[in-house]
């Protein structure tokens, strides 16, 4: 079992910044990944990164270079640093954890709003 703790949501002017954390407890597999999943109101859950043990990344499409995911490997946690945000980018946050190996084991955060108004 993987325990998931986020941080960093709130509210934030267009055009502004926000750095959310997710740290992992537990027993973790070698070979894993970790990210950012977002739904905002009546739309799907969609991925905003990845990064795995192997240091592969992967982004969404809306990305645009606008956001960037890293991990610190001592602390067992994920960053997702988010620039030049819109109110599109409001929504829920959801840190992800998945077994690269054993594929079906994955666990997810309770989430985190992130919320772009003026």
């Known amino acids: 079992q993987v325990h998931l703790v986020e941080s960093g949501g709130g509210l934030v002017q267009p055009g502004g910044s926000l750095r959310l954390s997710c740290a992992a407890s537990g027993s973790m597999p070698i070979a894993n990944a970790m990210g950012w999943y977002r739904q905002a109101p009546g739309k799907e859950r969609e991925l905003v990164a990845t990064?795995?043990?192997?240091?592969?990344?992967e982004y969404g499409n809306f990305v645009k270079g606008r956001i960037t995911i890293s991990r610190d490997y001592v602390r067992n946690t994920v960053y997702l640093q988010m620039n030049s945000l819109t109110p599109e980018d409001t929504a829920v946050y959801y840190c992800n954890f998945r077994n690269l190996v054993h594929v079906t084991e994955k666990f997810w955060g309770q989430g985190t709003q992130v919320t772009v108004s003026s």
């Open positions: 990064s795995t043990t192997g240091g592969i990344k």
